[in-house]
């Protein structure tokens, strides 16, 4: 089934194509208990996609921790923990065969993350040839408006020379706030979520996967898969 023609296609990093949310739940998790609290899906599922401070705003409220600790403070605590933890961070399934599958096509493609750049430097210290392929990377304190604002999106688009139009951008998020950055932005959106987000936080996107190994090019009219089987015809 097509669902669109794009040209250029912009990528979110964080549990989308890297396994690092797991690494901010544990964090986060130990965190709030040191306060009584729980950590809970519901309240992840507010903060991911945020940049940082918007996300710890995030949780000091939901979490009623105003006057006991700041966002700033938060963030200062959790960070020795994620330094220590983010030079491990490991690749998704089906993100290194869809990356290199676009770069062997000569598709135009660029990362647009909330992280900032520090963040960004240690979650890729594994994969800085893979990472090396992007046109750009834009991170997120290159932005004032974080996720969900369309900005980042937008800016991503306007570095390619001639900016493409946003309907023919495709977005791969994994974030209900990073679905709604690309909707704003105009943009066509893949999300891959967590299995673990409430699916009515997965209902803004044009299309829904469990996985970026599921992912059908041809459906977005991009270069299939070397190895991929010819589309099937509907019988007569
Ligand atoms: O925009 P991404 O790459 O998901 O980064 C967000 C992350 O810093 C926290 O969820
Ligand atoms: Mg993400």
């Known amino acids: 089934m097509q669902l669109g023609q794009v040209t250029h296609v912009i990528f979110d990093m964080d549990g989308l194509l890297l396994d690092t949310e797991g690494m901010y739940t544990v964090v986060q998790q130990k965190l709030a208990s040191k306060f009584g609290k729980e950590f809970t899906w519901a309240l992840k599922s507010k903060m991911m996609g945020l940049k940082a401070i918007e996300a710890a705003r995030v949780l000091v409220s939901e979490l009623d921790l105003e006057g006991q600790i700041t966002p ?14 983010f030079p491990d961070a490991q690749l998704l399934p089906g993100a290194e065969r869809l990356l290199r599958h676009l770069a062997a096509c000569e598709v135009p493609f660029a990362l647009a993350t909330s992280s900032h750049l520090r963040h960004f ?9 893979l990472f090396s392929l992007f046109d750009h990377r834009v991170t997120g304190d290159q932005i004032s408006n974080g996720k969900p604002a369309p900005d980042i999106f937008l800016h991503a688009a306007s570095l390619w020379q001639p900016p493409p139009a946003p309907s023919s951008c ?6 209900p706030s990073g679905v709604a950055a690309a909707k704003a ?11 673990r987000l409430d699916r009515a936080l997965c209902d803004g996107a044009d299309q829904l996967l469990t996985s970026l190994e599921s992912f059908d090019p041809e459906q977005w009219g991009l270069p299939p898969f070397p190895d991929a089987q010819p589309q099937q015809r509907p019988e007569a």
Do not use: I, W, Y
Request: proline content about 2%; hydrophobic content about 40%; glycine content about 4%.
């Open 72 to 85: 700033e403070q938060f963030l200062s605590d959790r960070e020795e923990a994620l330094d220590e933890m």
């Open 121 to 129: 430097n240690l979650k890729t210290t594994l994969h800085g040839d």
């Open 170 to 175: 495709l977005v791969f998020e994994d974030a």
């Open 185 to 195: 932005a105009g943009m066509r959106c893949v999300m891959v979520p967590d299995s």
